[in-house]
């Protein structure tokens, strides 16, 4: 039983964890990821649509919702003011059909 319930705990974290929902943190040493908002699509390596209910928050693939506590989040996110010091670079879609990664080797950055 106690091995059963273990198990399951293990699956629920798992499952959760998928889900993009982000939490932006006011300290970059607060943050998982650093992100920098570029002016251009093509700059970016993820384009992400802001889903406005969590349950359409996607698994990786650029669909976040932003929640308003930092212990409702997978991922915290610090928004830096230069490329440079960023670890992944997006631009905000305004088509959930448009959302995903262009560059797919960065997508380890936000499981």
């Known amino acids: 039983m106690k091995n059963l319930l273990i198990l399951a705990m293990m699956l629920l974290t798992c499952i959760e964890v998928s889900a993009q929902k982000v939490f932006t943190v006011s300290r970059e040493s607060y943050a998982d990821v650093k992100?920098?908002?570029v002016d251009r699509e093509s700059y970016a390596?993820?384009?992400v649509y802001k889903v406005d209910r969590e349950s359409y928050a996607g698994?990786?693939?650029g669909k976040w919702f932003f929640v308003d506590r930092e212990s409702y989040a997978q991922k915290k996110i610090y928004f830096v003011d230069r490329?440079?010091?960023a670890d992944l670079k997006i631009y905000f879609v305004n088509?959930?059909?448009y959302a995903g990664w262009r560059n797919s080797a960065k997508k380890s950055?936000?499981?």
């Open 35 to 37: 992100v920098f908002v």
């Open 83 to 85: 490329e440079s010091y």
């Open 59 to 61: 698994k990786n693939d």
């Open 95 to 97: 088509r959930e059909s």
């Open 45 to 47: 390596d993820l384009l």
């Open 109 to 111: 950055l936000m499981y």
